[in-house]
């Protein structure tokens, strides 16, 4: 069975966006992949149809009820029950490379999006979800954020990124540890408003080539994340960022 995606939300309309689009859109159509996106709002039980109620202690916004998220969930583990469960939030785990690889090996995934203040926590609780977060900010829902995880993690399947890019040189990739940010790129004219492409890209010598991408990784990673720099060069051993 394809890797699949199951997302749980409450604006559906908004699935696939921009994961249908270019290469993911690609493999999606080509069935590398499967997104399959639930309305939380389906498993609403009462007459308005209502999904989230007022925090207790008081406090401004809306919590999402634990028995209709917990329907949500139940009914997408009963349809994918190998999947990793994953809650989006801005206090979970940081999203990086290491962790898109892990997701990739995972038997797909089902993702929730809050909405609001987040969810009742009894029912994260519950269902042991993992949380993921995309960054230090706070978005007004998670689908975005399960967008990003998605299309972080789907790129790593097999066949859908062709041979747009190897994963191996790209930034963060498994070539360099995961330690290196990506070479700067060129492509025609080689002289465009007086800049030439580097001497070094245009001479066809591939070990030149290799050394000197390798030498600008080093010094944008060096200028531009000095935390990626101390684990590479070793002055940190303890394995410096979180993953
Ligand atoms: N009250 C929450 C807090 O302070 O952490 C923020 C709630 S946010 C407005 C609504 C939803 O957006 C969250 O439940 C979560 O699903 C999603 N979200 C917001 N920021 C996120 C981030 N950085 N990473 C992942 N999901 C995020």
Not at 99 to 106: F, I, M, P, T, Y
């Amino acid at each position: 069975m394809a890797w699949t995606a199951h997302v749980l939300t409450l604006f559906p309309e908004v699935f696939p966006g921009p994961l249908g689009a270019s290469l993911a859109g690609a493999g999606l159509d080509k069935g590398l992949w499967t997104l399959s996106v639930t309305d939380i709002r389906n498993f609403a039980t009462n007459r308005h149809r209502s999904v989230d109620d007022t925090p207790y202690g008081g406090g401004g916004g809306m919590v999402l009820r634990p028995d209709v998220v917990d329907a949500a969930l139940e009914t997408a583990k009963r349809a994918q029950p190998a999947a990793k469960a994953v809650y989006l939030t801005p206090r979970g785990r940081p999203l990086c490379q290491d962790l898109a690889r892990a997701l990739v090996a995972a038997e797909g995934l089902i993702l929730l999006c809050g909405r609001y203040e987040g969810v009742d926590e009894r029912v994260l609780e519950k269902h042991a979800l993992s949380e993921v977060s995309v960054g230090d900010y706070v978005l007004s829902g998670g689908e975005l954020a399960a967008m990003v995880v998605v299309d972080s993690v789907v790129r790593l399947l097999p066949g859908v990124m062709g041979n747009a890019a190897s994963p191996k040189e790209e930034s963060f990739g498994s070539g360099f540890g995961g330690l290196l940010l990506e070479h700067p790129h060129y492509t025609r004219p080689a002289v465009w408003q007086g800049r030439a492409v580097p001497a070094e890209l245009q001479n066809g010598h591939h070990a030149e080539i290799r050394a000197w991408r390798r030498r600008q990784a080093e010094a944008m990673t060096q200028a531009r994340r000095p935390d990626l720099w101390r684990v590479y060069s070793g002055e940190d051993d303890t394995g410096g960022r979180e993953t």
